[in-house]
């Protein structure tokens, strides 16, 4: 229980007639609390944990014992309730047990210390050393160094706040130097974020003379994530070493409905697409959609080559199925040579709309001074068609082996019905040879339906089977023009019944006929 000791002694002396005696210490088994009374100054005991208190202090009925020694003091514990334990000059230097704050705030200028475990909030105003394990159970705050010798262990939350820059450096040489590890379960993370930063190295992950590696170990699509707000972007720099990207999985790169550039700069580079060894990989471009694909569309110059290096495989251009749209090879306005397997010494089997359907084919075209040549060696050229086979030429000639080398000129077939119509206009129809024997009809009849058959010259005959010649001329004949017996010659000048008209009757002699007029 309390106690109250208000009064001291007195004793009756000389000069004054009363002497107040010094108080007498309070003895108690216990440290004195803020209830216990006594005069200012007065002294109290603990014969238990053996220790002395004075009375400094008594304001509203709340009395104050302080702990005091003289000199060096060797205490079992020293509890300080109310006030503080102020060090003004020395050091507080605990050579075994603890130092423990367990409430309020410990500010200290300097703190060297070796196992240290703080339960409340420490303030350190200057460097501090910890040589063994240090345990907060509150909030530290340092205004000057931390050196640390041992571990670290943080059982709550560890939060860092300062005004100022931080920086973390060690010089060990060792891997890892610097390690940031979580492990307490499935849900952990590991945060970095830069709040109010706005430059383009709000965060900066580098190494100065080695590499930076960044590791995913989850088994599924997202194991490594990088991601900008979204009006952001990402930018990737690379040196002369180039960059590689190599995966046993699916490669995928998308970008929505925004354009794709790769090799967009202004340097002159090569790009290779699937170039790797010497397997094979299949390299798709554009997918189900109705894709606009454009390869060389932009360049004004150079080359654009397919399947240049192929010695086998198939190079296929436009769709294999029910495909309605338009294929077209050189439709540009400008002068080009266009070659179609114009190269080597190989044999080209050609085929240009051999499909069992009704295709509408259109080689070459009739403006200005446009030319088509069709060009084939020993095997011939075949022309096959179920239909007319027609040749325009406009107001132009239209010419059949009209060149100087040897050749035989075959049209129609003599098998079937088959015919042969040779029209002709306003204009002449002629047939030259200059051949020793005759052209002639080997089967069938040579029929003028409208028009005159016109020998050209005296010389030319009609020869019929026999052979029979009919010809004619100016004045009598030559002996020499009968041929044949049964020859005939028309003088188209004669004047008598006796000179019109006249057979042979053998080589080289003629008779005539004797007409009514």
Known sequence: MAIKQIRRPTIYGYPNPQVGLQQEPIILDRDPTIYDSAELGAIAINTVAHTFFILTSNQGNVNSWTSTTAGATTLASLTVNPGNATVTAGNLTVTAGNLTVSAGTATLHALSAGATTLTSTVAITGNTTIGGTLGVGGNVILTGDLTVNGNTIINGDFDI???????????????????????????????????????????????????????????TVNSINISTAAAGGITAAFGTSGMTLTGTGTFALATGANTTSIS???????????????????????????????????QTAGSVSIGAAMIGGTITIGGTGAQVGTISIAPGTGA???????????????????????????????????????????????????????????TSAINIGTDVADHSITIGDNSG???LDLVTGTGALTITSTAATAASITAGDLELADGDLVLGT????????????????????????????GDLYINTTAATTTTRLYIATGAGAWTYFTTNA
């Open 264 to 298: 967009a700069d202004a340097v002159g580079s090569t790009l290779n697409l699937g170039t790797g060894a010497a397997v094979i990989k299949n390299i798709n471009i554009g997918g189900t959609g109705a894709n606009v694909i454009a390869i060389g569309n932009s």
């Open 161 to 219: 706040t300062s005004a100022d820059a931080l920086s973390f450096t060690t010089t060990s040489n060792t891997n890892p130097a610097l390690s940031f590890t979580t492990n307490g379960g499935t849900t952990e993370t590991i945060d970095m974020t830069a709040v109010q930063g706005t430059s383009a190295a709000a965060i900066d992950i580098s190494a100065t003379v080695g590499g930076v590696t960044i590791y995913g170990g989850k088994a």
């Open 417 to 419: 019905v088959n015919a």
């Open 458 to 485: 005296a010389t030319n005959k009609i020869v019929l089977p026999g052979p029979v010649n009919i010809m004619t001329g100016a004045g009598a004949p030559a002996n020499a023009l009968a041929q044949n017996c």
């Open 336 to 394: 080009q040579a266009v070659n179609i397997a114009t190269g080597g010494t190989g044999v080209k089997t050609i085929h240009i709309g051999t499909g069992a359907i009704g295709n509408l084919i259109t080689i070459g075209t009739v403006t200005a001074a446009a030319s088509l040549t069709l060009n084939s060696g020993s095997a011939g050229t075949l022309i096959t068609s179920t239909g007319a086979f027609t040749v325009h030429t406009g």
